[in-house]
Protein backbone atom coordinates (compact mmCIF):
# COMPACT_ATOMS: atom_id res chain seq x y z
CA UNK A 1 0.00 0.00 0.00
CA UNK A 2 0.96 3.69 -1.11
CA UNK A 3 1.93 5.59 1.99
CA UNK A 4 0.09 9.04 1.97
CA UNK A 5 2.93 11.06 3.80
CA UNK A 6 5.43 9.53 1.44
CA UNK A 7 3.45 10.41 -1.86
CA UNK A 8 2.64 13.93 -0.28
CA UNK A 9 6.50 14.29 0.47
CA UNK A 10 6.98 12.77 -3.66
CA UNK A 11 4.76 15.46 -5.35
CA UNK A 12 6.20 18.16 -3.23
CA UNK A 13 9.55 17.25 -4.48
CA UNK A 14 8.27 16.93 -7.83
CA UNK A 15 6.52 20.66 -8.10
CA UNK A 16 9.80 22.14 -6.05
CA UNK A 17 11.99 20.38 -8.77
CA UNK A 18 9.56 21.86 -11.77
CA UNK A 19 9.46 25.28 -10.56
CA UNK A 20 13.36 25.48 -9.34
CA UNK A 21 13.17 24.52 -13.63
CA UNK A 22 11.58 27.12 -14.56
CA UNK A 23 13.50 29.77 -13.28
CA UNK A 24 15.50 28.69 -15.81
CA UNK A 25 13.14 31.21 -17.68
CA UNK A 26 11.81 35.11 -17.13
CA UNK A 27 9.55 35.04 -14.13
CA UNK A 28 6.00 36.38 -14.89
CA UNK A 29 6.01 38.09 -11.20
CA UNK A 30 8.44 39.33 -9.17
CA UNK A 31 8.03 40.92 -5.35
CA UNK A 32 10.99 42.69 -4.20
CA UNK A 33 11.80 44.92 -0.80
CA UNK A 34 9.25 43.19 0.84
CA UNK A 35 9.46 41.76 4.30
CA UNK A 36 8.54 38.54 3.66
CA UNK A 37 7.34 35.52 6.29
CA UNK A 38 8.02 32.16 5.02
CA UNK A 39 7.03 29.83 7.29
CA UNK A 40 9.81 27.68 6.82
CA UNK A 41 11.97 27.15 10.12
CA UNK A 42 15.31 26.88 8.16
CA UNK A 43 14.25 30.12 5.56
CA UNK A 44 12.31 32.39 8.21
CA UNK A 45 12.66 35.46 6.46
CA UNK A 46 13.38 36.59 2.87
CA UNK A 47 13.34 39.58 0.98
CA UNK A 48 11.87 38.90 -2.37
CA UNK A 49 9.67 36.08 -4.34
CA UNK A 50 9.58 35.15 -7.87
CA UNK A 51 6.31 33.76 -9.31
CA UNK A 52 5.86 31.69 -12.26
CA UNK A 53 2.22 31.37 -13.71
CA UNK A 54 0.51 30.33 -9.75
CA UNK A 55 3.16 28.68 -8.24
CA UNK A 56 6.47 30.52 -6.53
CA UNK A 57 9.46 29.64 -8.74
CA UNK A 58 12.14 31.66 -6.22
CA UNK A 59 12.46 32.76 -2.98
CA UNK A 60 14.94 35.15 -1.99
CA UNK A 61 17.12 38.20 -1.44
CA UNK A 62 16.46 41.33 -4.52
CA UNK A 63 19.01 40.51 -6.00
CA UNK A 64 18.76 36.89 -6.73
CA UNK A 65 15.35 37.44 -7.94
CA UNK A 66 15.57 40.87 -10.53
CA UNK A 67 18.65 38.52 -11.80
CA UNK A 68 15.22 36.27 -13.30
CA UNK A 69 13.49 38.65 -14.76
CA UNK A 70 13.00 39.65 -18.13
CA UNK A 71 10.60 42.13 -20.62
CA UNK A 72 7.93 40.59 -19.44
CA UNK A 73 8.03 40.10 -15.90
CA UNK A 74 6.00 42.54 -13.77
CA UNK A 75 8.06 43.61 -11.13
CA UNK A 76 6.40 45.34 -7.72
CA UNK A 77 8.52 47.04 -5.23
CA UNK A 78 6.67 46.15 -2.25
CA UNK A 79 8.51 49.01 -0.56
CA UNK A 80 8.41 46.84 2.75
CA UNK A 81 5.07 45.71 3.34
CA UNK A 82 5.11 42.78 5.10
CA UNK A 83 4.06 38.70 3.21
CA UNK A 84 3.15 35.74 4.33
CA UNK A 85 1.23 32.74 3.38
CA UNK A 86 -2.33 33.17 2.79
CA UNK A 87 -4.42 32.90 5.92
CA UNK A 88 -6.21 30.14 6.23
CA UNK A 89 -9.62 29.52 8.50
CA UNK A 90 -10.49 25.99 9.66
CA UNK A 91 -14.02 26.03 10.44
CA UNK A 92 -16.42 28.22 9.45
CA UNK A 93 -20.18 28.23 8.64
CA UNK A 94 -19.61 30.21 5.65
CA UNK A 95 -23.26 30.02 3.71
CA UNK A 96 -24.83 30.91 6.67
CA UNK A 97 -22.40 33.76 7.87
CA UNK A 98 -22.80 35.15 3.85
CA UNK A 99 -26.28 35.27 4.00
CA UNK A 100 -25.89 37.12 7.96
CA UNK A 101 -24.01 39.97 6.28
CA UNK A 102 -27.35 41.46 5.01
CA UNK A 103 -29.14 40.24 8.32
CA UNK A 104 -30.11 42.15 11.62
CA UNK A 105 -26.64 43.22 13.85
CA UNK A 106 -27.40 42.00 17.14
CA UNK A 107 -24.37 41.32 18.21
CA UNK A 108 -23.62 44.78 19.66
CA UNK A 109 -26.55 45.38 20.89
CA UNK A 110 -26.16 46.52 24.81
CA UNK A 111 -29.29 46.52 26.26
CA UNK A 112 -32.62 44.60 25.87
CA UNK A 113 -34.13 47.91 24.45
CA UNK A 114 -31.68 48.20 21.65
CA UNK A 115 -32.47 44.46 20.93
CA UNK A 116 -36.35 45.19 20.34
CA UNK A 117 -35.48 48.37 18.19
CA UNK A 118 -33.00 46.64 16.13
CA UNK A 119 -35.39 43.80 15.31
CA UNK A 120 -38.11 45.69 14.86
CA UNK A 121 -36.20 48.14 12.59
CA UNK A 122 -35.15 44.94 10.35
CA UNK A 123 -38.76 43.78 10.68
CA UNK A 124 -39.93 46.85 8.72
CA UNK A 125 -37.80 46.60 5.95
CA UNK A 126 -38.88 43.20 4.90
CA UNK A 127 -42.43 42.23 3.72
CA UNK A 128 -45.10 40.71 5.39
CA UNK A 129 -44.61 36.98 5.80
CA UNK A 130 -40.80 37.21 4.92
CA UNK A 131 -38.37 35.58 7.62
CA UNK A 132 -35.83 37.73 10.13
CA UNK A 133 -33.29 35.60 9.99
CA UNK A 134 -29.23 36.11 11.46
CA UNK A 135 -28.76 38.45 14.24
CA UNK A 136 -25.78 36.80 16.61
CA UNK A 137 -27.12 38.02 19.62
CA UNK A 138 -25.21 37.99 23.08
CA UNK A 139 -27.46 38.50 26.17
CA UNK A 140 -24.00 38.78 28.21
CA UNK A 141 -24.02 42.49 26.22
CA UNK A 142 -27.14 43.71 28.77
CA UNK A 143 -26.62 41.68 32.04
CA UNK A 144 -27.28 38.39 30.87
CA UNK A 145 -30.98 37.72 30.92
CA UNK A 146 -31.99 35.66 28.44
CA UNK A 147 -34.66 36.96 25.71
CA UNK A 148 -38.14 35.48 24.89
CA UNK A 149 -40.67 35.89 22.51
CA UNK A 150 -42.94 38.30 24.58
CA UNK A 151 -39.67 40.68 24.13
CA UNK A 152 -40.36 41.01 20.55
CA UNK A 153 -43.90 39.98 19.55
CA UNK A 154 -45.58 43.61 19.74
CA UNK A 155 -42.92 44.92 16.99
CA UNK A 156 -42.86 41.83 14.69
CA UNK A 157 -46.78 40.89 14.71
CA UNK A 158 -46.78 39.99 10.62
CA UNK A 159 -42.94 39.16 10.53
CA UNK A 160 -41.64 35.44 11.47
CA UNK A 161 -38.30 35.73 13.62
CA UNK A 162 -35.46 33.33 14.59
CA UNK A 163 -32.81 35.08 15.45
CA UNK A 164 -29.63 33.20 16.54
CA UNK A 165 -27.51 33.36 19.76
CA UNK A 166 -23.53 33.92 18.28
CA UNK A 167 -22.72 30.77 19.36
CA UNK A 168 -25.75 29.29 17.21
CA UNK A 169 -26.47 26.93 19.14
CA UNK A 170 -29.86 28.66 20.54
CA UNK A 171 -32.29 30.48 18.43
CA UNK A 172 -35.05 33.02 19.66
CA UNK A 173 -38.72 32.71 17.69
CA UNK A 174 -41.31 35.22 18.05
CA UNK A 175 -44.77 33.92 18.78
CA UNK A 176 -45.42 33.74 14.88
CA UNK A 177 -42.71 31.88 14.21
CA UNK A 178 -43.51 29.55 17.11
CA UNK A 179 -46.89 28.74 15.28
CA UNK A 180 -45.50 28.58 11.90
CA UNK A 181 -42.60 25.52 12.93
CA UNK A 182 -45.77 23.80 14.69
CA UNK A 183 -43.98 24.45 18.39
CA UNK A 184 -46.07 24.39 21.47
CA UNK A 185 -46.03 23.11 24.86
CA UNK A 186 -47.20 19.45 23.69
CA UNK A 187 -44.48 19.41 20.97
CA UNK A 188 -41.53 17.02 22.61
CA UNK A 189 -38.06 17.81 23.13
CA UNK A 190 -36.14 16.29 20.04
CA UNK A 191 -32.91 14.39 20.89
CA UNK A 192 -30.31 16.51 21.21
CA UNK A 193 -32.30 19.16 21.41
CA UNK A 194 -34.18 21.47 23.86
CA UNK A 195 -37.60 23.88 24.09
CA UNK A 196 -37.01 26.38 26.67
CA UNK A 197 -40.38 26.27 28.52
CA UNK A 198 -41.64 29.03 31.15
CA UNK A 199 -42.90 27.98 34.64
CA UNK A 200 -46.60 27.00 32.73
CA UNK A 201 -45.10 24.87 30.20
CA UNK A 202 -45.36 27.12 27.57
CA UNK A 203 -42.44 27.65 24.48
CA UNK A 204 -40.55 30.60 26.09
CA UNK A 205 -39.38 30.92 22.21
CA UNK A 206 -35.80 29.74 22.85
CA UNK A 207 -35.23 26.41 21.51
CA UNK A 208 -31.18 24.89 21.53
CA UNK A 209 -29.12 22.66 19.27
CA UNK A 210 -31.36 20.20 17.82
CA UNK A 211 -34.52 21.76 18.45
CA UNK A 212 -33.66 24.32 15.56
CA UNK A 213 -34.07 21.39 13.57
CA UNK A 214 -38.11 22.02 14.11
CA UNK A 215 -37.58 25.19 11.95
CA UNK A 216 -37.01 23.06 8.61
CA UNK A 217 -40.48 22.89 7.90
CA UNK A 218 -41.38 26.05 8.31
CA UNK A 219 -38.23 28.56 6.80
CA UNK A 220 -38.88 28.55 2.79
CA UNK A 221 -35.42 27.45 1.43
CA UNK A 222 -33.46 30.02 -1.00
CA UNK A 223 -33.31 29.09 -4.22
CA UNK A 224 -29.63 28.02 -5.24
CA UNK A 225 -29.22 31.27 -7.78
CA UNK A 226 -29.47 33.41 -3.98
CA UNK A 227 -26.84 30.70 -2.43
CA UNK A 228 -24.40 31.10 -4.91
CA UNK A 229 -24.94 34.91 -4.88
CA UNK A 230 -24.67 34.89 -1.33
CA UNK A 231 -21.44 32.58 -1.27
CA UNK A 232 -19.44 34.99 -3.73
CA UNK A 233 -20.57 38.09 -1.10
CA UNK A 234 -18.70 36.20 1.61
CA UNK A 235 -16.24 35.39 -0.75
CA UNK A 236 -15.55 38.90 -1.43
CA UNK A 237 -15.16 39.80 2.95
CA UNK A 238 -13.50 36.84 3.41
CA UNK A 239 -10.51 38.04 0.93
CA UNK A 240 -10.94 41.48 2.37
CA UNK A 241 -9.85 40.16 5.50
CA UNK A 242 -6.27 38.05 3.45
CA UNK A 243 -7.74 35.01 3.51
CA UNK A 244 -7.55 32.71 1.32
CA UNK A 245 -8.92 29.27 2.51
CA UNK A 246 -11.52 28.17 4.49
CA UNK A 247 -12.76 24.70 5.50
CA UNK A 248 -16.55 24.59 5.68
CA UNK A 249 -18.30 22.67 8.46
CA UNK A 250 -21.68 22.55 7.97
CA UNK A 251 -24.10 20.12 9.03
CA UNK A 252 -25.53 19.62 5.16
CA UNK A 253 -24.96 19.79 1.94
CA UNK A 254 -25.84 22.54 0.56
CA UNK A 255 -23.06 24.74 0.61
CA UNK A 256 -21.43 21.47 -0.79
CA UNK A 257 -23.81 21.38 -3.70
CA UNK A 258 -23.06 25.41 -4.49
CA UNK A 259 -19.69 25.38 -4.46
CA UNK A 260 -19.73 22.53 -6.71
CA UNK A 261 -21.84 24.23 -8.66
CA UNK A 262 -19.92 27.70 -8.64
CA UNK A 263 -16.44 25.33 -9.88
CA UNK A 264 -18.04 24.05 -12.60
CA UNK A 265 -19.30 28.04 -13.61
CA UNK A 266 -15.31 28.89 -12.81
CA UNK A 267 -16.69 31.00 -10.37
CA UNK A 268 -14.30 30.65 -7.77
CA UNK A 269 -12.27 32.89 -6.21
CA UNK A 270 -11.27 31.54 -3.13
CA UNK A 271 -10.52 27.53 -1.85
CA UNK A 272 -12.41 25.77 -0.14
CA UNK A 273 -12.57 22.48 1.54
CA UNK A 274 -16.15 21.16 2.35
CA UNK A 275 -17.17 19.11 5.31
CA UNK A 276 -20.51 17.11 5.17
CA UNK A 277 -22.37 15.53 7.90
CA UNK A 278 -21.04 12.21 9.43
CA UNK A 279 -24.41 10.75 9.17
CA UNK A 280 -24.06 10.83 5.99
CA UNK A 281 -20.75 9.16 5.37
CA UNK A 282 -21.72 6.38 2.62
CA UNK A 283 -22.54 9.27 0.43
CA UNK A 284 -19.97 10.87 0.52
CA UNK A 285 -17.84 7.27 -0.01
CA UNK A 286 -19.89 6.84 -3.16
CA UNK A 287 -18.92 10.25 -4.61
CA UNK A 288 -15.06 9.93 -3.49
CA UNK A 289 -15.14 6.58 -5.21
CA UNK A 290 -16.82 8.14 -8.05
CA UNK A 291 -15.79 11.74 -8.83
CA UNK A 292 -12.03 11.57 -6.11
CA UNK A 293 -11.91 14.32 -3.97
CA UNK A 294 -12.40 17.38 -6.04
CA UNK A 295 -9.58 19.99 -6.54
CA UNK A 296 -7.37 22.73 -5.13
CA UNK A 297 -10.26 25.18 -5.49
CA UNK A 298 -13.39 23.24 -3.98
CA UNK A 299 -12.21 19.64 -2.18
CA UNK A 300 -14.18 17.17 -0.06
CA UNK A 301 -13.52 14.04 1.61
CA UNK A 302 -14.16 15.54 5.00
CA UNK A 303 -17.07 14.62 7.70
CA UNK A 304 -18.10 16.54 10.57
CA UNK A 305 -19.98 14.87 13.51
CA UNK A 306 -21.08 16.65 16.76
CA UNK A 307 -20.81 15.09 20.08
CA UNK A 308 -22.09 18.18 22.51
CA UNK A 309 -23.58 21.72 22.30
CA UNK A 310 -21.86 24.90 23.65
CA UNK A 311 -21.11 26.96 27.16
CA UNK A 312 -23.14 29.57 26.40
CA UNK A 313 -25.98 27.65 25.41
CA UNK A 314 -25.67 25.47 28.54
CA UNK A 315 -25.55 22.29 26.41
CA UNK A 316 -21.63 21.79 26.31
CA UNK A 317 -21.04 17.91 27.93
CA UNK A 318 -19.07 18.42 30.91
CA UNK A 319 -18.39 15.29 33.66
CA UNK A 320 -18.98 17.75 36.54
CA UNK A 321 -22.42 20.17 36.69
CA UNK A 322 -22.52 23.52 35.25
CA UNK A 323 -21.15 26.02 38.41
CA UNK A 324 -24.60 28.06 37.77
CA UNK A 325 -26.78 25.22 37.15
CA UNK A 326 -25.81 22.00 39.21
CA UNK A 327 -28.35 19.77 37.91
CA UNK A 328 -27.05 20.01 34.47
CA UNK A 329 -24.79 18.05 32.66
CA UNK A 330 -25.01 19.23 28.76
CA UNK A 331 -26.34 17.51 25.89
CA UNK A 332 -25.18 15.05 23.65
CA UNK A 333 -25.95 15.90 20.20
CA UNK A 334 -25.19 12.76 18.89
CA UNK A 335 -25.53 9.50 21.52
CA UNK A 336 -22.15 8.07 22.55
CA UNK A 337 -22.63 5.07 21.00
CA UNK A 338 -24.42 6.43 18.19
CA UNK A 339 -21.32 8.61 17.44
CA UNK A 340 -18.70 5.70 18.11
CA UNK A 341 -20.56 3.77 15.37
CA UNK A 342 -20.58 6.44 12.77
CA UNK A 343 -16.75 6.83 13.20
CA UNK A 344 -15.47 3.22 13.59
CA UNK A 345 -18.01 2.96 9.95
CA UNK A 346 -16.52 5.84 8.37
CA UNK A 347 -12.68 5.57 9.21
CA UNK A 348 -13.07 2.09 8.02
CA UNK A 349 -14.00 3.88 4.81
CA UNK A 350 -10.82 5.92 4.70
CA UNK A 351 -12.83 9.41 5.32
CA UNK A 352 -11.49 12.27 6.95
CA UNK A 353 -13.31 12.68 10.13
CA UNK A 354 -13.60 15.68 12.51
CA UNK A 355 -16.24 16.11 15.47
CA UNK A 356 -16.85 19.09 17.26
CA UNK A 357 -16.57 18.86 20.92
CA UNK A 358 -16.60 21.72 23.73
CA UNK A 359 -17.09 20.06 27.24
CA UNK A 360 -14.30 18.14 28.69
CA UNK A 361 -16.47 15.03 28.98
CA UNK A 362 -17.18 15.94 24.91
CA UNK A 363 -13.72 15.95 24.38
CA UNK A 364 -12.48 12.91 26.41
CA UNK A 365 -15.46 10.86 24.69
CA UNK A 366 -14.33 11.81 21.50
CA UNK A 367 -10.68 11.02 21.67
CA UNK A 368 -11.81 7.62 23.39
CA UNK A 369 -13.58 6.78 20.27
CA UNK A 370 -10.78 7.93 18.01
CA UNK A 371 -8.19 5.42 19.53
CA UNK A 372 -10.67 2.91 19.34
CA UNK A 373 -11.14 3.72 15.70
CA UNK A 374 -7.22 3.99 14.87
CA UNK A 375 -6.82 0.59 16.97
CA UNK A 376 -9.38 -1.29 15.35
CA UNK A 377 -8.95 0.09 11.63
CA UNK A 378 -5.16 -0.01 11.70
CA UNK A 379 -2.29 2.38 11.06
CA UNK A 380 -3.18 4.98 8.42
CA UNK A 381 -2.18 9.03 8.12
CA UNK A 382 -5.68 10.17 9.20
CA UNK A 383 -5.83 13.30 10.71
CA UNK A 384 -8.60 12.94 13.07
CA UNK A 385 -9.19 16.50 14.22
CA UNK A 386 -11.51 18.04 16.91
CA UNK A 387 -13.12 21.11 16.45
CA UNK A 388 -13.34 23.61 18.93
CA UNK A 389 -11.57 21.47 21.65
CA UNK A 390 -12.62 23.89 23.94
CA UNK A 391 -12.11 22.89 27.77
CA UNK A 392 -10.42 19.91 28.44
CA UNK A 393 -9.24 17.68 31.27
CA UNK A 394 -5.86 18.00 32.31
CA UNK A 395 -5.00 14.56 32.20
CA UNK A 396 -6.54 14.60 27.83
CA UNK A 397 -3.88 17.68 26.34
CA UNK A 398 -1.05 14.65 26.08
CA UNK A 399 -3.49 12.41 24.20
CA UNK A 400 -3.83 14.83 21.60
CA UNK A 401 0.29 14.57 20.31
CA UNK A 402 -0.11 10.71 21.25
CA UNK A 403 -2.91 9.68 19.05
CA UNK A 404 -1.71 12.82 16.44
CA UNK A 405 -5.03 14.13 16.67
CA UNK A 406 -5.33 17.80 15.61
CA UNK A 407 -7.09 20.45 17.84
CA UNK A 408 -8.74 22.74 15.61
CA UNK A 409 -9.30 25.59 17.99
CA UNK A 410 -10.56 29.24 17.35
CA UNK A 411 -8.86 31.79 19.74
CA UNK A 412 -11.19 34.59 19.45
CA UNK A 413 -14.09 32.22 21.57
CA UNK A 414 -11.40 32.58 24.61
CA UNK A 415 -11.66 36.37 24.98
CA UNK A 416 -15.72 36.43 23.93
CA UNK A 417 -16.30 33.54 26.45
CA UNK A 418 -13.74 34.33 28.86
CA UNK A 419 -16.25 37.14 30.30
CA UNK A 420 -18.09 35.00 31.52
CA UNK A 421 -17.04 31.36 31.53
CA UNK A 422 -16.09 31.10 35.34
CA UNK A 423 -20.18 31.25 36.07
CA UNK A 424 -20.86 28.17 34.28
CA UNK A 425 -16.81 26.89 34.49
CA UNK A 426 -16.18 27.92 37.97
CA UNK A 427 -12.65 28.67 38.49
CA UNK A 428 -11.24 25.14 38.87
CA UNK A 429 -11.80 24.43 35.11
CA UNK A 430 -10.13 27.77 33.57
CA UNK A 431 -6.83 26.67 32.99
CA UNK A 432 -7.63 24.15 30.86
CA UNK A 433 -10.11 26.24 28.69
CA UNK A 434 -8.60 27.63 25.53
CA UNK A 435 -6.04 25.72 26.36
CA UNK A 436 -3.67 26.60 23.06
CA UNK A 437 -0.11 26.57 25.30
CA UNK A 438 -0.18 23.51 26.82
CA UNK A 439 -1.51 21.80 23.42
CA UNK A 440 1.56 23.33 21.60
CA UNK A 441 3.47 22.05 24.60
CA UNK A 442 2.42 18.90 24.84
CA UNK A 443 3.50 18.49 20.75
CA UNK A 444 0.00 18.27 19.69
CA UNK A 445 -0.42 20.08 16.34
CA UNK A 446 -3.09 22.85 16.51
CA UNK A 447 -4.48 24.82 14.06
CA UNK A 448 -6.66 28.32 14.11
CA UNK A 449 -10.01 30.05 12.46
CA UNK A 450 -13.07 32.11 13.46
CA UNK A 451 -16.31 29.46 13.69
CA UNK A 452 -17.08 32.81 11.34
CA UNK A 453 -20.07 33.64 12.00
CA UNK A 454 -19.93 32.93 15.91
CA UNK A 455 -16.58 35.28 15.36
CA UNK A 456 -15.30 37.42 12.97
CA UNK A 457 -13.45 35.89 10.04
CA UNK A 458 -10.40 37.78 10.39
CA UNK A 459 -7.39 36.44 11.12
CA UNK A 460 -5.44 39.48 12.36
CA UNK A 461 -8.36 39.66 15.52
CA UNK A 462 -7.59 36.02 16.21
CA UNK A 463 -4.06 36.21 16.05
CA UNK A 464 -4.08 39.19 18.55
CA UNK A 465 -6.48 36.60 21.04
CA UNK A 466 -4.09 33.67 21.11
CA UNK A 467 -0.93 35.97 21.48
CA UNK A 468 -2.48 38.36 24.31
CA UNK A 469 -5.83 36.75 25.71
CA UNK A 470 -7.85 39.93 26.54
CA UNK A 471 -11.30 40.02 26.84
CA UNK A 472 -13.31 41.87 24.49
CA UNK A 473 -14.81 43.56 27.47
CA UNK A 474 -11.64 44.79 28.25
CA UNK A 475 -11.64 43.51 31.91
CA UNK A 476 -8.24 41.27 31.31
CA UNK A 477 -5.78 43.32 30.24
CA UNK A 478 -2.80 41.08 31.40
CA UNK A 479 -4.47 38.11 29.76
CA UNK A 480 -7.45 35.82 30.33
CA UNK A 481 -5.74 32.70 31.75
CA UNK A 482 -2.77 34.00 30.24
CA UNK A 483 -0.53 30.95 31.10
CA UNK A 484 -2.12 29.98 28.04
CA UNK A 485 -0.51 32.82 25.61
CA UNK A 486 1.17 31.78 23.19
CA UNK A 487 3.65 33.49 20.84
CA UNK A 488 2.82 34.89 17.26
CA UNK A 489 4.66 33.21 15.13
CA UNK A 490 3.08 29.98 16.84
CA UNK A 491 -0.14 31.92 15.59
CA UNK A 492 0.57 32.43 11.97
CA UNK A 493 1.73 28.97 11.56
CA UNK A 494 -1.59 27.74 13.09
CA UNK A 495 -2.96 30.04 10.83
CA UNK A 496 -0.98 28.83 8.10
CA UNK A 497 1.05 25.73 7.87
CA UNK A 498 -0.67 23.63 10.23
CA UNK A 499 -4.22 24.70 8.24
CA UNK A 500 -2.52 23.03 5.14
CA UNK A 501 -1.84 19.79 7.21
CA UNK A 502 -4.93 19.81 8.66
CA UNK A 503 -6.71 19.35 5.25
CA UNK A 504 -3.89 17.44 3.79
CA UNK A 505 -1.91 20.46 1.60
CA UNK A 506 0.62 20.38 3.37
CA UNK A 507 3.06 19.66 -0.33
CA UNK A 508 1.45 22.74 -1.94
CA UNK A 509 -0.06 25.26 0.71
CA UNK A 510 0.82 26.96 3.84
CA UNK A 511 4.31 28.09 3.81
CA UNK A 512 6.16 30.88 0.97
CA UNK A 513 8.53 28.36 -0.68
CA UNK A 514 9.64 26.75 -4.20
CA UNK A 515 6.66 24.74 -5.81
CA UNK A 516 3.95 25.88 -3.49
CA UNK A 517 0.93 27.79 -5.05
CA UNK A 518 0.87 31.40 -4.48
CA UNK A 519 -1.75 32.51 -2.18
CA UNK A 520 -0.36 35.29 -0.30
CA UNK A 521 -1.68 37.81 2.26
CA UNK A 522 0.14 41.57 2.19
CA UNK A 523 -0.32 43.07 4.95
CA UNK A 524 1.45 47.27 5.67
CA UNK A 525 2.65 45.84 9.19
CA UNK A 526 5.52 43.12 9.89
CA UNK A 527 3.29 41.28 12.23
CA UNK A 528 6.63 39.43 13.64
CA UNK A 529 8.21 42.41 15.25
CA UNK A 530 4.89 45.27 15.69
CA UNK A 531 3.92 45.01 19.30
CA UNK A 532 1.17 42.70 20.19
CA UNK A 533 -1.07 45.24 20.73
CA UNK A 534 -0.63 46.85 16.97
CA UNK A 535 -1.42 43.41 15.46
CA UNK A 536 -5.65 44.26 15.11
CA UNK A 537 -4.45 47.48 13.45
CA UNK A 538 -2.44 45.66 10.52
CA UNK A 539 -4.24 46.52 7.11
CA UNK A 540 -4.76 44.38 4.00
CA UNK A 541 -3.19 45.65 1.27
CA UNK A 542 -3.79 42.68 -1.38
CA UNK A 543 -5.10 39.00 -1.08
CA UNK A 544 -3.17 36.73 -3.68
CA UNK A 545 -4.77 33.54 -4.45
CA UNK A 546 -3.39 30.83 -7.28
CA UNK A 547 -0.91 33.70 -8.12
CA UNK A 548 -3.65 36.52 -8.99
CA UNK A 549 -5.07 39.90 -6.95
CA UNK A 550 -8.25 38.91 -5.51
CA UNK A 551 -8.39 41.73 -2.96
CA UNK A 552 -6.90 44.72 -3.22
CA UNK A 553 -3.91 45.33 -5.00
CA UNK A 554 -0.25 44.51 -4.72
CA UNK A 555 0.92 47.92 -5.19
CA UNK A 556 1.65 49.86 -1.91
Known amino acids: MINRRELLAGMGAMFAARHVFAADRPLDLAYVNAKVWTGQRDVPLASAIGIST ?24 LQGAFVMPGFMDNHTHFLRASFGLSAPELRTAKTKQEFIERIAKSAQALRPGQWLQGG ?45 ARIDRNTPDPEGGLIVRDEKGEPTGLIKDKAKDLLKVAIPKPSDADIDAAIGVGTAHALSKGVTQVHVTELDWVTHDSLRRLRQANRIGMRFYSFVPLEDWRKLDALVKAEGRGDDWVRWGALKGLVDGSLGSRTAVFHEPYADDPANHGIYRTPP ?16 ITVHAIGDEGNDKVLGMFEEAIAKNGARD ?20 KLNIIASMQPYHAIDDGRWAIKPLGPGRLHTSWAIRSLLDAKAKVTFGSDWPVAPIDPLVGVAAAVLRQTIDGANPSGWVPEQKITVQEALTAYTTT ?21 LTILDTDLTTCAPEQITRAKVLGTLVDGRVRYGTDRT
Open 499 to 519: NAFAGFQEDRLGLIAPGYLAD
Open 337 to 352: ERLRELILEADAAGLH
Open 382 to 401: RRFRIEHAQHLLESDVPRFA
Open 54 to 77: NRITVVGDNERIKKLTGKRTRIVD
Open 136 to 180: NWDEQMWGGELPSRQWIDAVTPNTPVAVVRLDQHVALLNSLALKL
